[in-house]
């Protein structure tokens, strides 16, 4: 069964009820996003495995430490995914990035797939799939389903707020998967919203509507 971290890390919790406010603009909103997609990265990357390696400091030799040759990727769900991209750069800036297109159909909710380029080398790759939101948990387990479908073995999925639905649809489905949520919210509303949530992150980030 995968594992669900809940990063319940102050300033990751302070800087979600802000950008749940319904005053905070787009400028805003897309800053404090990229923060939070920061510290969730650093949070995430935890187990990362060491290796040794010997090094030269200006006064002697030593044994230091550092990160064991595992390549990385992240990879958003188009659109609002892309707004956590940049944040998780800053810490893991020779990741590559790939991109998955879906948008989720107004009748059914279910995902439909409209774009996806990946690094060539992605089965190699631990991938991060993010997306702000993890709603129904529809695009979430179609992304992953396709990257499995190119041969990636380890994937993680990280989102900033999650409803219990959706964490129930990813483990449902992909029980290999480890969630790292922001926020678990209470539930989704008939239009498939996140309640409490903050509303459609694509459009608080871009500014659309
Ligand atoms: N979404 C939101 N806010 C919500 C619920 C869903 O922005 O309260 C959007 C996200 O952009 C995400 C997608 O990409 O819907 C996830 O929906 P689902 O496939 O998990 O239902």
Redesign the pocket.
């Known amino acids: 069964m995968s594992k669900v971290h809940v990063m319940d890390h102050p300033l990751i919790q302070h800087k979600i009820n802000h950008i749940r406010k319904e005053e905070v603009g787009t400028k805003e909103f897309r800053e404090v996003v990229g923060e939070i997609a920061c510290l969730m990265c650093y949070e995430a990357t935890r187990d990362l495995k060491l290796e040794d390696v010997k090094i030269k400091t200006p006064i002697c030799e030593m044994t230091g430490k550092e990160l064991a040759g595992k390549k990385l990727a992240v990879v958003p769900?188009l659109?609002?995914?892309l707004g956590m991209v940049d944040g998780m750069l800053t810490l893991i800036p020779a990741a590559k990035v790939g991109h998955i297109g879906?948008y989720?159909d107004p009748e059914t909710?279910e995902?439909v797939e409209y774009y996806c380029k990946l690094p060539a080398d992605c089965d190699e790759r631990e991938v991060f799939v993010v997306?702000?939101?993890?709603?129904?948990?529809?695009?979430?387990t179609a992304a992953i389903q396709m990257l499995k479908d190119k041969g990636v073995k380890r994937i993680r999925f990280m989102c900033i707020?999650a409803a219990p639905e959706?964490v129930k649809r990813m483990q449902e489905e992909h029980p290999d998967v480890d969630i790292y949520i922001g926020a678990l919210d209470d539930h989704?509303n008939e239009h498939?919203?996140?309640v409490p949530?903050?509303?459609?992150?694509?459009?608080r980030i871009f500014g659309t509507k």
Do not use: N, Q, V
Request: charged share 20%; net charge neutral.
């Open positions: 769900i659109r609002a995914g879906l989720r909710f995902p997306d702000p939101m993890l709603a129904t948990g529809g695009s979430s707020i959706g989704l498939k919203y996140i949530g903050l509303g459609d992150a694509g459009d």
